[in-house]
């Protein structure tokens, strides 16, 4: 199995930054796809931004100039860095890792999520 340890999250006031980490562990192959989600109360869950498998990043165009994926691949780790924070992005975040894991009979897919970390953005 694979296992998904985010960290980072916490109350900032508006404009500030933080970063959030996601490290995945386990029986881990490899890895195709690593992002980045919230939810807010009373919202559905969105994209806010990832690597797709070719390597490129997506971004939420409400987070587009602000906020950076960057990912570390001998770490199987993947970071956000949010910057110029507003009291919109008040929701959890949770990391979503997609690849193959050992299986049994060989390499088998995989799709986890994180526990989700709380980011609070009020003054």
């Known amino acids: 199995q694979v296992q998904l340890v985010e960290s980072g999250g916490g109350l900032v006031q508006p404009g500030g930054s933080l970063r959030l980490s996601c490290a995945a562990s386990?029986?881990?192959?490899?890895?195709?796809?690593m992002g980045w989600y919230r939810q807010a109360p009373g919202k559905e869950r969105e994209l806010v931004a990832a690597?797709?498998?070719?390597?490129?990043?997506n971004y939420a165009d409400s987070v587009k100039g602000r906020f950076t994926i960057s990912r570390d691949n001998a770490k199987n780790t993947v970071y956000l860095q949010m910057n110029s924070l507003k009291p919109e992005d008040t929701a959890v975040y949770y990391c979503?890792?997609?690849?193959?894991?050992?299986?049994?009979?060989?390499?088998?897919?995989?799709?986890?999520w994180g526990q989700g970390t709380q980011v609070t953005v009020s003054s």
């Open positions: 979503n890792v997609d690849g193959f894991r050992r299986g049994i009979f060989g390499p088998t897919t995989f799709n986890s």
């Open positions: 386990g029986s881990i192959v490899s890895i195709n796809i």
């Open positions: 690597f797709t498998s070719g390597g490129s990043t």
